[in-house]
Each structure stands twice: as C-alpha cells, then as structure tokens.
C-alpha cells in the first residue's frame, strides 16, 4: 500500500523566511531545515531539547523523518546511517550526550561522513548544572574521541547566529565529509532574538559531490579529488560500495596491518582540513587596526567583549575584538597577526581555560591574560573592561 | 561445459576480490553467508536496494564480502545504523546479521528498542556463544557452566534466551536455527526479507576453534554432531521455554505475526498532516 498526501510536496512551506522572533535552539533548527538537512535522530537533553521538539514538528510536515533513539550513541549511528543513504542528517544534544557520542563522531571523521551536530553547551563535568551555560566542550569537540582526526566547530554569539551557522554547519559537512559541530551554549540556545531568514533562492547550500561515473565494478568510494575530499556515493545507488571504521583503502576494503595505508588514510583525514583551513575559518576583526589590547572570544562571551571594547574605545583605550565563529581548525594565523600588533591579549571564556591554550600557543610572547567563569551569569561587560585596564598598567 | 568457466552459483552476491576471508576452518560464518546469497537469489532481489549492516566480531566482517551496499559499524551500533539508512531510504531492504556479543551485550538496548518500534529490518544473529574475534571470552549467550577463557571454571551467569527477548520485544517475526538446517534457515532468512516490520533469525553458530575446543568439541564435526543430537524443532513453541542447554536446542519459528511497521505509521502520520494543511 502507498500512502500519499494531498498536498503536493511543493505546496508545504519548507522554508520559513523572513523577520521572526525565535529562540536559539529553534533557529538552530530551522537553520538545519533551510540547509536542505531531513533526517533528525536525538534524545532529550537540556538545553538541546527545544531542537528536537521543533523538529519533530517541522520534519513530518516536509517529508522529513525525525526519531527519538534510545540514547545519544543510537543518535548519532542513525545520523550517520540516514547520511549515507543520501539525507542530510542531524543531531543535536548538550555535554553528558555529546560524550556518549564520541566514538561514532570517530566513525563519522574515517568514513567520511557528512552530518551536524549541535552541542548546546551547560555546565560540566557528568550532569554539572543542566540549565547553565557553559563553554566547557571546546577541547572535547576537538579531541573527544580516540585516534589522530579533525573537525570543524563553529561557535554562534546570538540567535540569528544559531541559523546562519547552522547552516554554514551543513555547507561544511558535505563540502569536506567530516562531521561539524555547532558548539552553542545554553544562553545563545535559551535567549530569543529576532532572525531574518533569507528566501531560499539566496542562501547558500552546498552539496556533497556525488561519483561521476555511473556503478561499475571499478569505483573507489574512498579515492580523493585533488581537495583531498572523495565524491560520495550513497546507499541504492548501485555502487555495491563498502564503508567501514577499520583503516581502509580507496576501495573501502579493511587495511589493518598495513603501515602504509594507515598513514596516508589518517594523514588525509586530518589534511583535508588543514589544507583547506583558509577557506574554512571565519573570524570577525572589531576594531582591532590601530589596538593596544585584544580581546579574543566566541559565543556568549564575545557578546559581553564587543561591549567592553565599545565602552574602552570610549574610555580612550585603543581596544579591540577578535571575535572567533570557527573554534576547529583553530585560528592560529588570525590570533598570532592580532598579537603582533597589540600590548595584551584577554580571553574571557565560560570555562577554566580551554580555547585560551590555543590562543597563548597563537600568541607567542604576547601577554594573554584569562577571564574565567563558570554558572549561571555570563561575563560581565565591566569586567572585562577592568581586565583590559590591568594589561595596560 | 567445455570452454566455459566453471562459476560458483552465489559467485554475484560475493565481492569476490575480498575472497579468501578471514574466518577459521570450520566457521559457521560462511554457512550463515551462504544462506544469506541463497535467499536473495531465490527471491530475486534486487541487489542494488539492499544494504548490509553489521557490527565488530568475526560475523562483522560478513557485511564487507556481500556484493551490496554494506557498512561495517562500531561495536554494538549496527542496528542503530541501519535505522537511520532505512527511515532515510525506505526503497531499501536493510539486513542487520551480526553477532550475539555484538547484538546483545553492547547492543543489547538498539536491539530492543528497535523490535519495539516495529522497525523495517532484519536482524540475524550468529550466536557462536562467545566473543570470537578477541579470543574466546565468555558474553551474553555463554550457557551456564560452559568453559571460555574468561570462565576457566565454567560460566556462572545465565545466558540470554534470544528468541524469548525478540518475542518479548515486540519483534514479527521470530526463528531460531543452527548452521546445520540450512535449507529451513534459507526459508526463515527468506520469509523474514519479505515481512514488513522487525525479523529477527538467530542462528546458533559452530566456533570449533574456540568454543569446541574449550567443550569438548574442537572440529567443525563435532559441533555438528551437537546441534543434530540436540536440536529440536518445535514449530511455534513457547519461546519462554527455549533455553539452550547442552542437551536441547528448541529450533523453528517461534513468531509470525503481523504489525503495522514505523515505517508504515511514519508514513500514514505525514499524509494526515498533509491533509489537515490542506484543509486549513
């Protein structure tokens, strides 16, 4: 028996645009739905839950399919099943799911798996505070699981934010196969802001490139183009193609006692990324040509940085803000160019001190000072302010 | 025949440039994989809407020598996978086979929910008693006082009655063979390719290298001479009451019923809200 609609396809509104007013979490996923992404597998978690309650509404409307796993390991195997049979996929979760993720985002990173996961970050370690924010998963995201790999996050600071980049999140994801990450936190997911979402003609989307020659016994799932990225050929097409998480040749056949292949697989997946860093990063510079004192931040706390620059440029401090929307691939080049300019570098992050690691590494001889903070309150704007001040005395 | 090659029958269900495999002389496994060829060849599927699932263990390998879209998941996740490849590509038909350590101990909780919802694939386990990949230690399945390397006294834990948990789990179709009923094992792969819904087909293994050999029954002959000695079919018996013991192995379906699948439900729920538009 086949059941069909009514209503052509067409006629559904797949995409809401325009002005609106919505919460974080819900641009999140309508960023995902205007990314073309049709396959939602999650577990209810705070503050991640108002995803997967907007999608379970949204995906059924736009033949899309939204399921509760049974825990997030089922989440993000069912992400990267649906991924591989030609949907574009998501999950979205917060820390104690995001680590019961971690070793599929490996089996994600060696087969090559285009997929997004949204972590809204609370405060850690195990259950921590639930309804806090956090950004205490940074280093998590890059090394969470096991092996030598790398990803890409991007780290949104407002509402309007959580769509675009969650849309960016996507163009990523098929452009290099590799599993993206949106590392919000509980304030960017909670707060409610306005959004405008463009008309679908004039957002960018990218898709995963597909195999150029029709099924033939010779086709080598794994065989790179010159940007290190193979086309991907998906589940009934005909291919009769492999996939596996054991270190594989071009063909996807398992390679475990082979040095040679375990070397140039693993070398791939890492430069694929390095070597198309420069078009992967985003940065935002804020007044940054003529300052004496940097601030570098991302997410919630860059929000709280850009008023503290407003308010010393005011206050006749030459400051200024880089503001990072990529965290992985790190950087590095924007963060030791800013320091080379400037006296003074202040981090104020909601942890005890993770992306400022990559920013001293950045920064070389450069003074950086740390601005923690960990609960319920975001930095405040005065305190970073105050911060500024002391680098400069 | 003359000037014609000789060709193995099941020669296009095999990628043959991954022959010879891996698995031991004497191995249930290429049984199981035989059976498998056997049924999609007799129902003539189409090869190219099929997906091959598995997990890690030996039988994991089996998805890498299937001539169809496969994927050989982490340990534990293969049912997981295919949820995703199934709800996102319902033209496919998705086959889980994979092993009881695999399936029941760090898979246990995919299992489950996956037969509660009714889910469109198809599960075959090969059941060896044992994790056979690492070396033989004891699992889910490693019937009471039976020896393995991690039971050098014999196994105190009471072993999973598989076919009793798929029941209980809401699963469709339910059977339980050893490698020795190849020809009912066929038809039960074949009848559970065809269900609309969550089939489950244990197929209880002979791991001669290490389960025999730590039994009593160290060749591939013994283990057979076992499963003719204890088998016993009893079509549509209680699967409660069929534990494996060393004396008796209760084989046959023992589920075949009828349930509208996820699939079938996600569908029906995405017309309804189309027609309520509609109707706005």
């Known amino acids: 028996m086949t059941i069909t609609s009514s209503v052509a396809p067409e006629k559904l509104k797949v995409v809401r645009t325009g002005r609106r007013f919505m919460s974080g979490d819900i641009a999140s996923a309508e960023g995902a739905l205007a990314a073309g992404c049709r396959f939602f597998a999650g577990y209810p978690i705070t503050p991640a839950t108002e995803i997967a309650e907007h999608m379970s509404r949204r995906l059924p409307e736009i033949d899309g399919v939204y399921i509760q796993m049974e825990d997030e390991i089922a989440s993000i195997a069912a992400v990267i099943g649906a991924s591989y049979a030609g949907v574009k996929s998501m999950t979205a979760t917060s820390g104690p799911g995001f680590s019961l993720m971690q070793e599929n985002i490996g089996l994600a990173v060696m087969t090559e798996t285009p997929c997004v996961i949204v972590n ?3 405060g850690g370690p195990s259950t921590g505070q639930p309804t806090m924010p956090g950004q205490q998963d940074v280093m998590q995201a890059r090394w969470g699981s096991h092996g030598d790999y790398e990803i890409i996050a991007l780290a949104p600071s407002s509402v309007q934010e959580m769509f675009d980049l969650t849309v960016e999140a996507f163009n990523l994801a098929e452009a290099y196969r590799v599993p993206t990450f949106v590392l919000a936190d509980e304030i960017v997911g909670h707060m409610w802001e306005r959004v405008d979402i463009p008309e679908p003609e004039t957002l960018k989307i990218v898709n995963r490139k597909m195999p150029e020659n029709p099924p033939t016994i010779k086709f080598a799932p794994f065989e790179p183009d010159d940007d290190l990225v193979p086309p991907m050929a998906v589940f009934g097409q005909g291919y009769h193609f492999h996939a596996t998480g054991l270190t594989h040749d071009e063909r996807g056949y398992p390679r475990t ?3 040679e292949a375990q070397t140039k697989l693993v070398q791939r997946l890492c430069n694929k990324i390095r070597k198309n860093k420069d078009k992967i ?3 935002q510079q804020i007044m940054l040509e003529d300052a004496d004192v940097a601030v570098v931040a991302y997410g919630i706390a860059a929000r709280a940085a850009l008023s503290a620059v407003k308010k010393a440029r005011t206050a006749g401090i030459k400051a200024g803000l880089l503001r990072l929307l990529t965290l992985w691939p790190f950087p ?7 320091a080379k300019n400037v006296k003074a570098i202040v981090v104020p992050e909601m942890n005890c001190g993770q992306i400022l690691r990559e920013v001293e590494r950045a920064a070389k001889e450069t003074p950086v000072t740390f601005l923690s903070k960990l609960g319920e309150e975001p930095h405040k704007p005065q305190e970073i302010l105050e911060a500024m001040r002391g680098t400069l005395t | 025949m003359t000037g014609e090659e000789l060709r193995h029958p099941y020669e296009k269900f095999l990628r043959k440039d991954r022959i010879p495999h891996i698995w031991c002389e004497g191995c249930g496994n290429g049984i199981i994989l035989n059976c498998f060829a056997r049924a999609l060849d007799e129902l003539n599927i189409d090869l190219d809407k099929v997906a091959v699932v598995s997990g890690i263990g030996c039988i994991g390998r089996i998805s890498g020598y299937t001539n169809t879209d496969s994927f050989h998941t982490t340990h534990g996740r293969a049912i997981a996978f295919a949820t995703g490849v199934k709800l996102a590509n319902p033209e496919l038909t998705v086959a889980v086979i994979s092993g009881d350590g695999d399936l029941f101990a760090i898979g246990g909780n995919h299992f489950i929910h996956a037969a509660r919802r009714n889910l469109d694939i198809k599960v075959i386990c090969a059941n060896n008693f044992i994790y056979g990949m690492t070396g033989g230690q004891g699992g889910p399945t490693t019937p009471l006082n039976t020896w393995t390397t991690t039971t050098p006294y014999g196994s105190i834990e009471q072993a999973f009655n598989l076919v009793h948990l798929a029941t209980a789990c809401g699963a469709v179709y339910v059977a339980r063979w050893t490698t020795l009923q190849t020809r009912w094992l066929t038809e039960s792969i074949k009848k559970s390719l065809q269900k609309e819904g969550f089939s489950f087909v244990e197929v209880i293994s002979e791991c001669p290298e290490i389960f025999g050999r730590y039994n009593k029954m160290a060749t591939a002959l013994k283990m057979m001479k076992w499963f003719k000695e204890a088998s016993d079919v009893q079509h549509f018996s209680d699967p409660a009451k069929a534990e494996i013991t060393p004396s008796r192995i209760v084989i046959g379906e023992f589920i075949d019923i009828e ?22």
């Open chain 1, 332 to 338: 590095e080049e924007h963060v030791g160019q800013v």
């Open chain 1, 257 to 259: 006692d082979s040095a």
């Open chain 2, 259 to 280: 349930k509208p699948s996820y699939g079938r439900l996600l569908r029906e729920m995405k017309a309804r809200i189309g027609d309520k538009k509609a109707s706005r």
């Open chain 1, 281 to 283: 990063i985003r940065v």
């Open chain 1, 120 to 122: 809204v970050m609370r």
